[in-house]
């Protein structure tokens, strides 16, 4: 065989394995990448796995100074500093052929990579404020280097949609996995929310569905559609192209819509809907 089949066969063997892990751990955003045009969905695995990775930290440590190292590791890695070659991880790999193709900015990669870092702690962010500014460095960030990836490094269309989106689907994505945080001490809503329901956080971190939590979950909830809301109304105005950058927006009302309706109890309901019905919104999503 030769070297150029041997770098060919090791390149899709990396494609499939970002496939796989995404498949496996954010199944909806690998459900999103096949609305997106063929060309460009090996770009948009590569960049979804690349967050997957750093999203898992926190599952894969039980302290936090190891979780700082493997952000220390991606760090060095997108600055040219890690040791070694990123040929020997297949993420990295993909990620790195990606912000080559596509002119991705390494400054946004690394600055979701800090924002993650407050994952490995239980401290409660301050406020609502501060809850944006997370979301804006992680989910928000996410869509906008995605729609560079369908934009072929061009034209991404406005900040704006992707700040809304970013706080919506983020808090939509806590909010859903509110139960697991808090099973392992860690709470999302932002502290001057929090204080506003009174034993609502000792309910949340002792697994007490009660009147306070609802609450607050419901205050949480309306967070996030607020800014749904925006980002719909700015949908229309934005390039064609980078469109399908957003399908994933369509399971964000359903999901708050589940988790406020009346007699929902995060401890004990599923939070997403049934798979099927998660495709049909991003189908119906993608087709208008």
Known sequence: MSAEQANSNDSVSDEGYCAGLLREHDRDRWLACLFAPQQHRRGLIALYAFNSEIERVRDMVSEPLPGEVRLQWWR??????????????????????????????????????????????????????????????TSSSLFRLASLVLADGGDAGAAD????????????????????????????VPADI??????????????????DLRAMLAEFASLALGHLERAEKLLPVTPAVVVPAYVGLALVRPLLRRMTRRGFNIFRDRAEQAQWLRQWHLWRFARR
């Open 76 to 137: 060095d890695l997108l600055e040219g500093q890690a040791r070694g070659n990123a040929s020997g991880h297949p993420v990295a790999a993909e990620l790195s052929a990606a912000i080559e193709r596509y002119h991705l900015p390494v400054p946004a990669l690394t600055t979701l990579i800090d924002a993650h870092t407050h994952d490995l702690y239980d401290d409660l962010l301050p406020s609502v404020t501060d809850l944006e500014g997370y979301c804006g460095e």
């Open 161 to 188: 949609l992707a700040g809304h989106a970013g706080v919506a689907y983020g808090v939509a994505r806590l909010m859903g996995h509110a139960a697991r945080h808090a099973a392992r001490g860690q709470i999302f």
């Open 194 to 211: 929090v204080i506003k329901h009174g034993s609502a956080r000792e309910d949340l971190l002792n697994g007490r569905d009660t009147p």
